[in-house]
């Protein structure tokens, strides 16, 4: 659970205890919009612990349970597509996030359809996922092969949300190949802007190693930008 804080000069901050579990470590982490920018030396800081409730949350998910949507003092920031339908397969096969621009009102990405279907607003994936003796892509998904959002935690909180998603990329039999945590963090950096950070983490859902490979076009995390009026999909 997060925790308030304020620097001297009535910045918050958020504040979470990081467990790891394969040391065993504790760690604090601290996150704040610097006004200024710091340098790589050591810097003193005052931290002045606030009630939870000392000041208004300005994030919030709205909608459904698979496809909800970050606001930001009511602006969208995301909605999540996170639906997975085997009747309605070529539209569910991967979720996604949809990207808006910082003062809610223009959508930034990409959904369903287009010349390249696959390509939808933020997403992960390679098109050559080895384990064991098969390839799998899950770039195109298609023929069975899919990702399946299965579970994730909504983290609203003054300075920055986070929303942790877990995700198995599964092969055309439905058994998981890949174990997949997407969290995507939006700050609220003031005048009506937002700033987002993304995290991937990635381990074979098996006994079998997992090789990822796939050219820069085909391989990582993408995000497919909107066309605009005049423009040409390639």
Known sequence: TPAL????????????VIARPDSGDVTLRLRWVALEALDAST???????????????PFAWTGPADA??????????WPFEARFDKEDFD???KPFHELWS????????????????????????????????????????????HQRCIDRVESPFAVVADE???IEWRDADG?????????LSAWDAGDDRHVLDLVVELSSASDHPVTLRGDAQHAGCHVRLALFPGSKEI
């Open 102 to 145: 910082p003062d809610g009102a223009t959508l930034l990405t990409k959904g369903l359809g287009g010349t390249h279907p696959h390509h939808r607003g933020l997403f992960v994936g390679w098109n050559k996922t080895s384990s064991g003796d098969a390839t799998h892509d899950f770039w195109h998904c298609g023929e069975g092969r």
């Open 91 to 93: 539209a569910t096969y």
């Open 43 to 57: 810097h003193d800081l005052a931290l002045h612990w606030l009630p939870r409730d000392a000041v208004l949350c």
């Open 5 to 16: 804080a304020r620097l001297d000069d009535d910045t918050l901050v958020r504040a979470d």
């Open 164 to 166: 942790r998603s877990s």
């Open 68 to 77: 909800r949507t970050l606001t930001l003092h009511g602006r969208r920031v």
């Open 175 to 183: 058994s998981a190949v890949v174990r997949e945590t997407r969290t």
